[in-house]
């Protein structure tokens, strides 16, 4: 389980083919800190498991279906991704239940200024739609934002200073491919309602 709440942007340093999907290298000293082999990893949102640990890095390895469902696979050597490790229990709960079970990518619509902040629109696969809700949560490569605008095709989220300064939005440009985490309350609903009660 995760919040949401970036710990460091990592950097990959190798992305090597492997069977059946990719094994990546990523420099990540905060994040490598105490992280053990088996451990749990959110790399762009995507809940992975670490199969080698360094003092400032460490290797996952992402199969073939994580490569088709999440943006993992445009990764290449000097890309920045954005890293969490696990939520402890004893620790302290900041933004939102995040299970790293990627849904979809969205796709960046538009990016407009407003200050120092920025307006982002985005536009998911069009299943997902009806899980976000206007003023409700959404993790956006691994990073919990609230939504603040909807429309038919998608759905808009205001960055902040610190959130661009602290993750990889600091760059972000339309079309851009985003991994996408509904609200997992919000797919319990549905599932609800679609099952009856």
Excluded at 116 to 129: E, Q, T, Y
Aim: net charge negative.
């Amino acid at each position: 389980m995760f919040t949401g709440i970036v710990a460091e942007r990592g950097v990959v340093r190798r992305v090597v083919a492997a069977s059946g999907g990719t094994h990546l290298t990523i420099s990540g000293p905060v994040t490598a800190a105490g992280l053990a082999v088996g451990d749990s990893i959110a790399i762009n949102g995507v809940c992975l498991t670490a199969v080698v640990v360094g003092t400032a890095d460490f290797e996952v390895e992402a199969v073939a279906e994580t490569l088709r469902l999440t943006n993992l696979g445009d990764l290449s050597a000097g890309s920045e991704v954005n890293l969490e490790r696990p939520v402890s229990a004893a620790g302290r709960f900041d933004g939102h239940f995040v299970q790293g079970h990627v849904d979809g990518v969205a796709v960046v619509r538009s990016v407009a200024a407003e200050g120092d902040a920025r307006r982002v629109w985005l536009d998911p696969p069009a299943s997902l739609i009806g899980y976000v809700a206007s003023k409700g949560s959404v993790a956006l490569d691994g990073v919990s934002l609230t939504v603040s605008g909807i429309d038919e095709s998608g759905f808009e989220v205001v960055l902040i200073p610190h959130t661009r300064e602290v993750t990889t939005f600091g760059t972000l440009a339309p079309g851009t491919r985003i991994n996408l985490e509904v609200d997992v309350l919000a797919k319990y609903v549905a599932r609800l309602l679609e099952v009856g009660t």
